[in-house]
């Protein structure tokens, strides 16, 4: 089955560890994107990228990064920059040049210790 | 992207329809009303969009007024597991893949 995978579910790291989160889709989409969610609130864009070796910030960058080496992959780190990073992460990706039906995976909670 | 106010919560019983209201008061014309549903602890899933005529599919219904300014998404016979956040989102459909922008929702809770 197509879909999304974020690996793990849960994520524990102690203060100023920086920490990868995996993202993988085998949907052939171009597009990739990270979220991020406190609780009780929206989602807030991180950074996303439209095609491979390409990638934009979103409105809350500082403090992660990203890369996209393959169009099936878009790993986020977290760096000790990031200020509260205790939260659940969210990658998604766009079918095609023309939609906005967006496609999610289960999501990483982190917990920084 | 247009701004959109929808209610914080909403109860329904289990078997009746859930309907959920959203204003897009400032929307313009070539802006999609989109909905999206959050389960807990669960990514977003998408539901249905429409332009400016109803649209209906397997899941839902989605009502746009005549003059774009507010839509209903209809869940025709609510179960339990409908219990989630529901996000009304409003943006033109070629994006340029831009991400979504999504607000704090509407909690639906389903009752037994």
């Excluded at chain 2, 329904?12 to 008061?25: D, K, M, Q, V």
């Excluded at chain 2, 070629?94 to 389903?110: H, I, M, N, P, Y």
């Amino acid at each position: 089955d197509g879909g999304i995978t974020q690996s793990p579910k849960y994520l524990f790291r102690k203060e100023g560890q920086n920490v990868t989160l995996s993202c993988e889709q085998n949907l052939n989409h171009d597009a990739m994107y990270w979220y991020r969610q406190d609780p009780g609130q929206g989602l807030r864009l991180i950074y996303y990228s439209q095609i491979v070796n390409d990638f934009q910030k979103g409105d809350i960058a500082e403090g992660y990064s990203v890369s996209r080496e393959k169009k099936e992959s878009f790993p986020l780190t977290v760096t000790s920059a990031q200020k509260n990073p205790t939260a659940f992460y969210l990658c998604a990706s766009t079918k095609g040049q023309v939609s906005n039906e967006q496609f999610f995976g289960p999501g990483t909670r982190l917990t920084v210790l | 992207d247009a701004k959109t106010t929808q209610p914080p919560s909403m109860d329904c019983a289990e078997g009746r329809a859930a309907n959920l209201p959203c204003n897009h008061s400032t929307i313009s014309g070539n802006e999609y009303v989109y909905w999206y549903r959050q389960i807990h602890s669960q990514g977003p899933q998408y539901i249905i969009h429409g332009l400016k005529n109803n649209e209906t599919n397997e899941m839902a219904s989605l009502i746009i007024t005549e003059d774009r300014k507010s839509s209903t998404l209809i869940l025709p016979h609510a179960t339990l597991r409908d219990t989630a956040v529901y996000y009304c989102i409003v943006r033109v459909g070629d994006t340029g893949r831009r991400a979504l922008t999504f607000g704090s929702g509407t909690r639906l809770q389903v009752q037994p």
